[in-house]
């Protein structure tokens, strides 16, 4: 996985488009990701790590290349999207290439912005978006067990997913996500090859009002929690109104301006922390004279597969992983000290990376 990609998702005025702005603004300089064209609905943002610059400096690295994030902006999921109200189907394709949704929930009232529907309810909000989700979700769903229906005459081979499906379609007319649905690992990979909108994971961010900070807590913040707890989601408060203010100030300001309304990180970092979380990500590190970097993988990847991350030949090639955690790195100074109190360990192809191991491939 070479970079997180969460779609954002929200109604006309919940404060989507304000989270959006403050999230391009944070965006990491484009040049330093190789292949990355940043269209107008687009934001990478670096994913903040204080263990690279410490590596950085023990290695005396030219220059740092933090994990990233891509946001994209989804627009036009609207009530009646799926029907193509709005900008109609144009979002499901940009849903569909993304790992995760991040949905936008107004949780403030404000007599100055009106909200679509006349009056400020959370769980309404979030249902109208999965129902939209769930109906095209249902369109999809009908028109594969259509397929191979045709298909399956005479291969037995083919239909073994069509129970699976049927059950899909049965909670789908439910206007239930299939995220929700309790379904066995072998129904899950005969799924695979389907990617239904509403099987993503989805982590809600409810935004609050300034006068709500620091804890920013309130009773429609509660009520999206106990709907998330329900369906196994995530809730991250944020503060769009604030997140835009800091985006706007130099970099050097934006910690000591977050400190002083209460806050340790801005709310940006939280989502994307929370979004490693909910999709089960780490990051290793890897350090040298021209670059520290640190690279997204799996949880459970093995050295092999975290070779993959910075290029398919390294993986083809792999002879073994010179790896040391982190905190052994700094406490001897770097690899060689490392190494000189027998802190460095080779391994295997097979070998599990864990977060924060500084990894170093040898290959042919």
């Known amino acids: 996985m070479s970079r997180l990609?969460?779609?954002?998702?929200?109604?006309p005025n919940v404060g989507k488009s304000t989270l959006f702005n403050a999230l391009t603004s944070n965006e990491a300089e484009a040049s330093n990701y190789?292949?990355?064209t940043i269209d107008p609905n687009v934001g990478i943002v670096e994913v903040q790590d204080d263990r690279l610059a410490t590596l950085s400096k023990i290695s005396q690295s030219k220059k740092i290349l933090y994990a990233a994030t891509e946001f994209v902006d989804i627009a036009g999921l609207v009530a009646g999207a799926s029907k193509g109200e709005g900008l109609g189907n144009k979002f499901l394709a940009h849903i569909r290439e993304t790992d995760a949704i991040v949905q936008v929930v107004r949780c403030f009232a404000s007599e100055d912005i009106t909200h679509v529907s006349g009056k400020i309810d959370?769980?309404?909000?979030?249902?109208?978006i999965n129902i939209e989700l769930c109906l095209a979700d249902l369109q999809s769903c009908e028109s594969i067990v259509e397929k191979i229906e045709k298909q399956a005459r005479g291969k037995?081979?083919?239909g073994e997913a069509l129970p699976v499906l049927r059950k899909v379609y049965e909670h789908l007319n439910k206007d239930q996500p299939v995220r929700t649905l309790e379904l066995t690992d072998d129904e899950r990979e005969l799924l695979n090859p389907y990617p239904f909108l509403t099987a993503k994971q989805v982590l809600y961010a409810a935004n609050v009002a300034e006068s709500d900070l620091p804890e920013m807590e309130n009773e429609y913040v509660q009520k999206v929690r106990d709907f998330a707890e329900k369906e196994g989601s995530l809730v991250v408060p944020i503060c769009a109104k604030l997140?835009?203010?800091?985006a706007q100030?130099?970099?050097?300001e934006r910690q000591e301006f977050l400190e002083s309304v209460g806050l340790k990180e801005s709310g940006l970092q939280?989502?994307?922390?929370?979004?490693?979380?909910?999709?089960?990500?780490q990051t290793f590190l890897t350090t040298g004279e021209q670059e520290t970097r640190a690279w997204t993988i799996k949880k459970g990847a093995t050295a092999a597969e975290a070779a993959g991350e910075i290029h398919g030949d390294i993986q083809k090639g792999f002879i073994r992983?010179?790896?040391?955690?982190?905190?052994?790195?700094v406490t001897y100074d770097g690899r060689v000290g490392a190494k000189e109190k027998g802190k460095v360990r080779f391994e295997g192809r097979d070998y599990i990376v864990n977060d924060g191991d500084v990894i170093l491939f040898m290959h042919n």
């Open 321 to 329: 992983a010179e790896v040391v955690t982190f905190d052994d790195i």
């Open 249 to 252: 100030l130099p970099d050097e």
């Open 122 to 128: 959370p769980i309404e909000d979030i249902e109208t």
């Open 156 to 158: 037995k081979e083919l």
């Open 243 to 246: 997140e835009e203010e800091v």
């Open 34 to 36: 190789p292949f990355c």
């Open 270 to 281: 939280r989502l994307i922390k929370a979004s490693f979380q909910m999709l089960g990500l």
């Open 5 to 11: 990609k969460c779609g954002i998702v929200g109604l």
